[in-house]
């Protein structure tokens, strides 16, 4: 009697979780199946009681009841949603996409099953959950429920910008807009972005103000409107809206105009979660509130990364919350202290500058204060101000920095005209120290406040770096102290010692030194991006790096960065605390092989990169 | 009277053979088989009750050859239950010959294992009472257990068949030289490949063409028992 079944019993000792039971009991399984036949398009599962369905032969698909597309089976996949309580897949409707043998094991020899292995059933429900949010997913990706925090601006273009030339006269504007059905108009001159016209601009600067309509549409538009890059959140769109009041957000890329998003797009588009936490942080009217608020920030990070978030996406979100929370910070300060005397812009340096937030960052601020600034007279407000502030910041989650660089200290809230001085020192008089301090603060982005106050230094540092190479030859100095963890070899050197011993920092050998080859290219090609992706876009092609060159570097930094969303995942869902330190043979060989070409590319660039200022300081 | 009745029964209708040998037959098997009803020709195929059969022989001749092994699995309807699958090796009569050893790898050794021939026929016969018999070309299976039947209870295997072969052959007028071996026709119906010559593997592989060919044949609706029958 033995060995009849063999290719039944092979068949099933390869389709999980059935794979993990001894022969004997494989044997005894394929002597419990009923075999049926679909023909294509039949019904499925087929009629008549409870059974675990394998496909043997053939494909099943299974539909939601809104019709989408829930799942497909192939060969050795099964389903056991009749089999299982409360599970959704079991209002699935499904049919035979080929023409289909199934094995089926009968619910109550499922359920003996069970009884003996208790993990298969605890199994089972867990690849059920993981379906059903891949589903979801699936969902997503088609369009319905969808969260902003995972859309991106390009996502929520739905046609060509309309546009027009800054000199059309309003009237015939107004026409253009009623034609097109569209509440604003872009505004372009010369292939860039000139300014924007709104309904509310036609009837608050035009006939509101008795303007003639055969004026240039260019004097009442907005000029040089916020925009913001393609790939960034719509979250982020939503956040930019909500702060100035706004409705539209010109979409670009470079100097392409690639199209407008309106407010009604995002509330399209809206889900809740991440728009819902930003919403409570706008609201809440104390420290605790926001603490509390901030606390579920973890686990609503750990969604999006499961559900597929990239690395660049979850820093920007990140980034995003932090910004709001800052702004929040500021607003209940100041209703505590009364108004700010003099007009001040907080900044962000650091990775919160580059919007590349990880869940464990410590924070990074300075406060630019208006020239009027008498430290005499106003000193103790904006100490208080921003004391109050920083440690709001702690107690969010955003470690206070361990360098004291923060505006909290008074070293890092000066005038407008002292930062100034500052910065033309670090960039003329530069020295290893003030390179350093430089890398640090040349990442910065203001996050409330008078932005007006910090655009002069965004400007200065994009003219003077271009021309003050030695600042640039000792960043790239103190990059090379920071050698490529790779031996001789190519084997990986790991820490010998201490806490970390036999890992590597991913961090200190491979994300901080593509921030700073791509801040140093950018202050090279005098390009105010912040964010390092955007960095290396900008300058690629340039003097200094060739597309070939950006081109590995951004794969580099994706790769880095996956491998780190990655390692935060696990330790994340394991309760542990965040760090950057992988231990290479916890990767697979595919992995190992790709971080050694990851650390041997940066170290490639940066011996160009130290080439190229060497050879251009001799010129 | 016998030999008179074996001479004619050939020219009655199934149902009066059946009858005749019913009265005509001792208390054995081959009689239970004969007094249980059989499923009705005009109900819906997928409420009959089957049979897959499928036998290795030393030859082709049953007068001269012997059965080697007995491969079945029965159907409730469209519903194949390995629960049913049974392996039976059958010891032979004469020794085994070089060619049938080659083709079914069943050696002297295993055949003198096997058991005496009415020991595996009594419970094939028993499975088989209420059922359809099903087989890829019947001849072979319907001579031999028919051999058997005369040879063990004197009587002939009286039972409804359906012949896969022969349903595939109804399908056109012309087929190409190979194309109507088992192994082909379950790939034209996308099943999957099974190691064929055994006795089971082969019965289960007519069993799920069978299915398909049906399924095939009814295009989503009723079709009659009786469509698929031989005869």
Excluded at chain 1, 124 to 133: H, P, V
Excluded at chain 1, 198 to 226: E, F, K
Excluded at chain 1, 347 to 363: M, V
Excluded at chain 1, 474 to 491: D, K, S, Y
Aim: overall charge neutral.
């Amino acid at each position: 009697m033995h060995d009849e079944l063999a290719e039944i019993r092979d068949f099933l000792a390869e389709v999980p979780p059935f794979h993990q039971l001894p022969g004997a009991e494989l044997e005894a399984l394929s002597r419990a199946l009923v075999i049926r036949y679909l023909r294509r398009g039949s019904d499925f599962p087929p009629a008549g009681p409870a059974h675990l369905w394998i496909v043997r032969q053939g494909a099943v698909d299974l539909r939601q009841p809104d019709g989408s597309l829930g799942r497909r089976l192939a060969e050795a996949d099964s389903f056991d949603a009749a089999c299982l309580p409360d599970s959704e897949e079991a209002h699935w409707s499904g049919h035979a996409r080929e023409d289909t043998l199934l094995y089926g094991l009968p619910l109550e020899r499922l359920q003996t099953l069970w009884q003996a292995h208790p993990e298969l059933r605890a199994q089972a429900l867990e690849k059920l959950g993981e379906r059903l949010r891949k589903a979801r997913r699936h969902q997503e990706g088609e369009g319905r429920t969808r969260d902003l925090s995972g859309l991106q601006l390009a996502q929520l273009i739905t046609r060509p910008p309309v546009q027009a030339a800054p000199d059309l006269s309003i009237r015939a504007a107004a026409a253009l807009m009623t034609r097109e059905r569209v509440s604003a108009l872009l505004l372009v001159e010369g292939g860039c972005l000139a300014g924007i016209v709104t309904d509310r601009d036609l009837r608050s600067r035009c006939l509101a103000a008795g303007l003639d309509d055969s004026s240039p549409v260019s004097t009442i538009m907005t000029a040089a409107p916020h925009h913001l890059p393609p790939e960034a959140p719509a979250f982020e769109a939503l956040l930019e809206m909500t702060r100035r009041g706004i409705h539209h957000l010109p979409v670009v890329r470079g100097h392409e105009v690639l199209g407008l998003v309106s407010s009604t797009d995002l509330l399209r588009a809206q889900g809740v979660s991440v728009v819902d936490l930003a919403d409570r942080l706008r609201r809440a009217t104390s420290l605790e509130e926001l603490a509390r608020t901030m606390g579920e920030l973890p686990e609503l990070w750990l969604t999006l990364a499961r559900r597929g978030d990239g690395a660049t996406a979850l820093g920007r979100l990140v980034a995003g919350l932090a910004d709001l929370l800052t702004q929040r910070l500021l607003q209940l300060a100041e209703a505590r202290l009364g108004p700010a005397p003099v007009p001040y812009a907080w900044i962000a340096y650091g990775s919160h500058g580059r919007q590349e937030l990880t869940l464990f960052s410590d924070q990074d601020n300075a406060l630019v204060l208006a020239d009027s600034y008498d430290p005499a007279k106003h000193g103790e407000y904006f100490r208080a101000l921003s004391t109050s502030v920083c440690d709001g910041l702690a107690a969010c989650g955003f470690i206070l920095c361990p360098g004291e660089m923060m505006a909290c200290n008074p070293r890092w809230r000066l005038p407008l005209e002292t930062w100034r001085l500052t910065f033309l020192d670090w960039i003329c008089h530069t020295d290893p120290q003030k390179a350093r301090l430089a890398s640090n603060l040349f990442d910065f982005r203001p996050i409330a406040g008078d932005p007006g106050l910090s655009q002069p230094l965004a400007a200065l540092i994009a003219t003077e770096s271009p021309r003050h190479e030695t600042l640039l030859a000792h960043m790239v100095t103190n990059a090379a102290t920071r050698p490529a963890p790779l031996g001789f070899f190519r084997q990986f050197l790991v820490a010998r010692s201490g806490e970390h011993q036999g890992q590597l920092d991913l961090k200190f050998h491979g994300l901080m030194p593509l921030h700073e080859l791509a801040r140093i290219h950018a202050l090279a090609c005098g390009c105010g991006a912040t964010g390092t992706a955007e960095r290396l876009r900008a300058a690629a092609g340039g003097r200094h790096l060739s597309p070939e060159g950006a081109e590995d570097l951004l794969a580099a930094y994706d790769f880095l960065q996956a491998l780190r969303l990655t390692h935060h995942r696990e330790r994340l869902a394991a309760g542990q605390a965040l760090d950057n330190f992988v231990a290479p043979e916890s990767l697979s060989h595919l992995e190992r092989q790709r971080l050694r070409d990851v650390f041997g590319i940066i170290a490639t660039q940066q011996r160009a990169l130290g080439a190229s200022f060497q050879e251009s300081r001799v010129l | 009277m016998l030999p008179l009745l074996r001479l004619l029964s050939p020219l009655l209708p199934g149902p009066a053979r059946r009858r005749l040998w019913q009265a005509l037959l001792p208390a054995s098997p081959l009689w239970d088989l004969l007094a249980t009803p059989l499923p009705d020709r005009n109900a819906d195929w997928r409420d009959a009750r089957y049979l897959a059969l499928d036998l290795e022989t030393t030859g082709g001749d049953p007068a001269r050859d012997d059965i080697l092994s007995f491969g079945w699995v029965c159907l409730e309807g469209e519903e194949i239950r390995l629960a049913t699958a049974r392996h039976r090796l059958v010891r032979p009569r004469r020794a085994l010959n070089e060619a049938s050893v080659t083709v079914h790898r069943i050696t002297d050794d295993q055949a003198a294992r096997g058991e005496p021939l009415e020991t595996v026929l009594r419970d094939f016969l028993a499975d088989l009472a209420g059922r359809v018999l099903i087989a890829h070309y019947s001849p072979t299976e319907t001579g031999f257990v028919n051999a058997a039947c005369q040879a063990c209870y004197g009587g002939p295997l009286l039972t409804p068949v359906i012949d896969t072969l022969a349903l595939a052959r109804a399908e056109a007028l012309v087929h190409a030289p190979g194309s109507l071996r088992l192994g082909a026709l379950r790939a034209r119906h996308h099943l999957p490949r099974y190691p064929l010559h055994h006795a089971l593997s082969d019965a289960l592989a007519a069993a799920e063409l069978f299915l398909a060919q049906a399924h095939a044949l009814s295009r989503g609706g009723r079709l009659s028992l009786g469509r698929l029958l031989l005869d």
